[in-house]
């Protein structure tokens, strides 16, 4: 059999890895959206690779978009099987490809007026909201820690990943020539002390391993530091500069993670009386599914709940539904809080609070999460003395704050200890995927000294024969 990788291949979004059988059934491990990648993305996200039509089967690691982004076109291009997945991972999928459609859609609306009126050719949107629906239905979920077998030459193993909820390391046992291989794949690998998700679990001894490398190169400061960060800001732009701080969030983990952290410091007396504003539906829907799956909770979530029955709401926080009572609150005058997607700024609601904000120092934009170089929470995060918003130049001039340490991936240590309970001798060969050419180097140089014999930074559409 052989592998290919089409995706997050020295890039940290696009996940999307194929692996073909002697027999030619082919199975696909997650079909991720490329995110921030500049003009180059929209023509990444049409060309796959390979032949939609083709693929026998789908695994999906987790929800994220960066992993199951590209599922509708999967499904629109001919895609015919089954997408295999968490319980956790189907119901947050479900809601994510159909709020993705519609940022496309709309996106698609907004852009074409604009072309339309200086006489430009109009654009088509990536996928529609009925592409999204069909591919739904194929979502079948397996629970984790069962051996699941899908055909004659292929079981599957979910662990959990801790990294969202629903996030799972993919196993496959391969049966070819009466041979059995095991590939495991990461997807996104989370930590090991997350204040929400449990620990990411052990796995059996595998024959090859795929594994993000996101932060391959950075420790993590202590999550305590990040909470207290948080509130600096909040207290620092609201309270003293009288200011909004806006912070741009994924709608599924991050803004479940900074609720729990907001309705902790509430319940310790830390938090300052101040609107919060969730302005995204999508959260409010993944809040929802995050709250119907207590199952992956840890021990001090679970121990939370039978105090504070809801560790997501505290005094303070709404919940924006519509479009008109989002753009009010850019007429809003008193300081406030808006948490609002994407996390890396590079679509949705919080695209429009940024250009409506960054031109005024009272302002903060506080970046919370990973963001691609190239995206627009990239830009801010590196300094950017000006950007450009819907084709509208911006003189950045909002005060830019990052809290690094909050984040869903592990770093070193924690991809360290994923892999700890593996004998490197017997992995005949590990692929580092998910992550920046540069870090994934150090990365590499770090486990090679752990005693992995063989790693590879494979390159996007390479194909490496598996023996
Ligand atoms: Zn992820």
Same mark, same amino acid.
């Given at each position: 059999?052989? @592998? ?65 982004? #590209? ?6 291009? %001919? ?7 968490? +319980? ?7 809601? $994510? ?23 430009? +050719? $109009? ?15 194929a979502l079948k979920a ?13 079981? @599957? ?7 969202? @909820? ?11 020539? /009466? ?12 930590? !090991? ?16 391993? $795929? ?8 420790? &993590? ?11 600096? !800001? ?5 309270? =003293? ?5 806006i912070i741009p969030a994924?709608?599924? %983990? ?38 119907? &799956? ?9 121990? #939370? ?13 709404? !919940? ?17 809080? @808006? ?6 700024? =590079?679509? %949705? ?21 990973y963001c691609e170089p190239?995206?627009?929470? %990239?830009?801010?995060?590196? /300094? ?5 918003? !819907? ?9 830019? /704050? ?20 593996? &004998? ?10 998910? /992550? ?30 598996? $023996?």
């Open positions: 059999m052989k @592998i290919a990788f089409h995706g997050a291949a020295r890039t940290v979004t696009g996940s999307k890895h194929l692996i073909t059988l002697n027999n030619g059934k082919k199975i696909l491990l997650d079909c991720g959206m490329f995110q921030g990648m500049g003009k180059e993305t929209g023509v990444m996200n049409e060309n796959f690779g390979f032949d939609a039509a083709q693929v026998t089967h789908m695994i999906l690691s987790h929800a994220h978009i960066d992993h199951s982004g #590209l599922i509708p076109l999967l499904v629109k291009k %001919g895609f015919k099987g089954t997408i295999y997945c968490t +319980p956790a991972t189907r119901d947050l999928t479900e809601i $994510l490809l159909l709020d993705s459609a519609k940022i496309q859609e709309d996106d698609v609306k907004y852009s074409n007026k604009k072309r339309q009126k200086e006489g430009q +050719p $109009l654009i088509e949107p990536l996928y529609k909201i009925s592409d999204a629906e069909k591919s739904v239905s397996v629970n984790y820690k069962t051996w699941f077998r899908v055909d004659d030459d292929l079981e @599957i193993l979910f662990t959990d990943a801790g990294h969202i @909820i629903g996030s799972a390391a993919v196993h496959l046992r391969i049966t070819e020539n /009466g041979k059995t291989t095991q590939i495991s794949f990461s997807g996104d690998i989370g930590r !090991y002390n997350d204040a929400i998700l449990r620990a990411p679990d052990i796995f059996p001894q595998a024959d090859y391993i $795929l594994m993000e490398s996101t932060y391959g190169s950075t420790l &993590h400061a202590e999550a305590e530091a990040s909470d207290d960060r948080l509130i600096y !800001y909040i207290r620092h732009t609201c309270k =003293e500069k009288k200011g909004k701080l994924f709608s599924v %983990g991050r803004t479940q993670e900074l609720l729990y952290a907001l309705n902790r410091a509430q319940l310790e007396g830390k938090l300052p009386k101040v609107d919060i504003f969730v302005d995204s539906p999508l959260s409010l829907e993944a809040t929802e599914v995050v709250r119907s &799956h207590p199952e992956v909770f840890n021990k001090t979530v679970s121990k #939370l709940l039978e105090i504070d029955e809801d560790p997501f709401d505290f005094p303070g926080l709404h !919940y924006i539904r519509t479009v008109d009572e989002s753009k009010q609150l850019n007429f809003r005058e008193e300081p406030c809080v @808006i948490i609002s997607a994407s996390g890396m700024a =590079e679509a %949705g609601r919080v695209k429009h609070h940024i250009a409506n904000n960054i031109d005024n120092p009272r302002n903060t934009i506080l970046i919370v999460g190239q995206s627009l929470g %990239g830009k801010l995060m590196r /300094g950017a003395k000006e950007v450009s918003i !819907y084709s509208t130049h911006h003189e950045v001039k909002a005060e830019i /704050g990052v809290i690094r340490s909050m984040s869903a991936h592990g770093d070193y240590e924690d991809l360290g200890q994923w892999l700890a309970c593996q &004998h490197p001798q017997d992995v005949k060969k590990l692929f580092l995927v998910h /992550g920046e050419y540069e870090v994934q180097q150090v990365l590499r140089d770090w486990l090679l000294k752990k005693g992995f014999p063989a790693i590879e930074i494979p390159e996007r559409h390479s194909v490496v024969n598996l $023996l």
